[in-house]
């Protein structure tokens, strides 16, 4: 069977849902194409009831610092809150009926399948074929990338998404990759009493941010009775006698009740049909102009486009792709200022380059650090208060293109550096804002005073040290602020 509409949307993840809602209620006729859930990981598997868990864990932990600053407290830890808890928000274990009916309401139809592209503004599910007069969005996400560690296939190991979903915690874990995905469910699951060890191929924690993240929340996760091995390669995998072993290059052989692969997602191009709009099923992404166009009436969102496994990415290029659909483009996509927060305690948050892909890109950089301990906010709060606010500037231009907030509320001290790396705000200009004191984000302040510091870290070329090389220590605050 074959039917002309306006739009087909394949994949009704967070993008494809955002996408799919902006253009039926511009009065298109779109079709809808999830074999799955409509709303995608975030809300069933990922953002949402992840940082429930997290928060329950949060809770207990501090709980737990009562004593020496409140009093005493007797804390008992209990995760069948925290399964019914998620079940209830899955919108009745996992049944999406409400998010459909976001979109039929708004004149939309939903296709249940598996579709692929087959030919220019065309899309097949099973028998049905859709002609789509305006285009394709195309917003199918990734799928969990399983490293290849030889017998691992035989193990019965958890994505992301068993461990949302256990009604029983487990007694011991492994987690395999020290990642945002891979260190949150760690730490949730250490505080409610499961012994965790994790490991991580990288020299660090969260390899892709600043060393001093990864440097800093080791020291956390240690504290919370999680062993860390880092710079560890997995060389074999094996479930013996109902627990799952893993062997590291080193000889050491590590068992637990469960394995957890969170080793990353990556789009999966190959069953998409993109041969057929003259697109490669091979490539690692789908390339996309400014206004997410990846072909002549084909856009692409999501994880798809290789620029960020988050939610917020997805949105915000749906956002493009349905105003470029309608006729109506805004500013093509600027990434500079990407913002990404691991929900750890403390949380980890960073906004466009760090220090080493500033390095990579030739820039002349300073960088500036204070630690969250010594500002006076750091010292009120007590136990708990791990963190470092660094800074990274394009000494040339004296704009910030990069920051890192690692501390209690690291998300929401993010904003204002965002903010600053976004619009390019100088770096002279910001050291004149009043910052309230006494506040986490005050620590920004020393930060950048710390930029300027005679010894602050400055790399680079053109009369600086060579790129790689550190041109001096970083400037540490000793004193309150």
């Known amino acids: 069977m074959r039917r002309e509409v306006d739009v087909v949307v394949l994949g009704m993840g967070p993008g494809g849902e955002h996408a799919a809602n902006r253009l039926a209620a511009a009065g298109l006729d779109v079709v809808g194409v999830e074999a799955e859930l409509v709303g995608g990981e975030c809300p069933y598997w990922g953002c949402v009831p992840s940082k429930m868990m997290i928060r329950a864990a949060n809770l207990l932990a501090e709980a737990r610092r009562i004593p020496g600053t409140a009093g005493q407290a007797e804390v008992k830890a209990d995760w069948k809150p925290v399964a019914t808890r998620i079940r209830e928000e899955a919108t009745d274990d996992w049944d999406d009926t409400a998010a459909v009916q976001r979109f039929t309401d708004k004149g939309g139809e939903l296709v249940r399948g598996h579709g692929r592209l087959a030919g220019p503004r065309t899309v097949q599910v099973d028998d049905l074929v859709l002609a789509a007069r305006r285009g394709v969005v195309l917003a199918t996400g990734a799928v969990p990338q399983l490293p290849p560690v030889p017998g691992l296939a035989d193990v019965p190991y958890w994505t992301h998404r068993e461990a949302i979903r256990a009604e029983h915690r487990p007694d011991s874990l492994l987690v395999l990759g020290g990642g945002a995905i891979g260190l949150e469910l760690a730490q949730v699951l250490a505080r409610f009493g499961t012994e965790v060890t994790v490991v ?3 020299q660090r924690l969260l390899p892709g941010e600043e060393p001093e993240a990864g440097t800093v929340l080791a020291g956390v996760l240690r504290s919370d009775g999680l062993r860390i091995r880092v710079g560890r390669r997995a060389v074999s995998a094996a479930y013996r006698s109902g627990a799952s072993v ?38 690692q992404r789908v ?49 500079r ?145």
């Open 287 to 335: 390339t996309v102009d400014g206004q997410m166009l990846a072909a002549p009436g084909l856009w692409a969102v999501g994880d798809l486009t290789g620029r960020g496994p988050f939610t917020h990415v997805a949105l915000y290029q749906a956002e493009l792709a349905a105003r470029a659909v309608l006729g109506r483009p805004g500013p093509p996509a600027d990434y």
């Open 200 to 202: 991580e191929a990288a």
């Open 337 to 481: 200022a990407l913002p990404r927060v691991t929900f750890t305690d403390p949380e980890v948050a960073s906004v466009g380059l760090t220090e080493a892909a500033a390095r990579e890109r030739g820039l002349r950089v300073r960088t500036g650090s204070a630690d969250i301990p010594k500002a006076a906010r750091g010292w009120i709060h007590g136990p708990g208060n791990a963190g470092v606010v660094k800074l990274v500037e394009d000494a040339d231009r004296g704009v910030l293109v990069g920051a890192t907030a690692v501390a209690p509320t690291g998300g929401e001290v993010l904003y204002g550096l965002a903010v600053a790396v976004h619009a390019e705000v100088p770096v002279d200009r910001l050291q004149q804002m009043i910052l309230a004191y006494p506040t986490f984000h005050r620590a920004v302040e020393h930060a950048l005073a710390a930029l300027h510091e005679p010894n602050s870290a400055t790399i680079g070329r053109r009369g600086f040290a060579a790129a790689g090389q550190t041109g001096g220590p970083e400037v540490r605050r000793t004193w309150l602020y």
């Open 246 to 283: 893993l062997s590291l290059e080193d000889g050491e052989e590590l068992t637990a009740q469960r394995l957890l692969v969170a080793t990353g997602r990556r789009p999966d191009l190959s069953r998409l049909g993109l041969d057929t709009v003259g697109l490669d099923p091979k490539a």
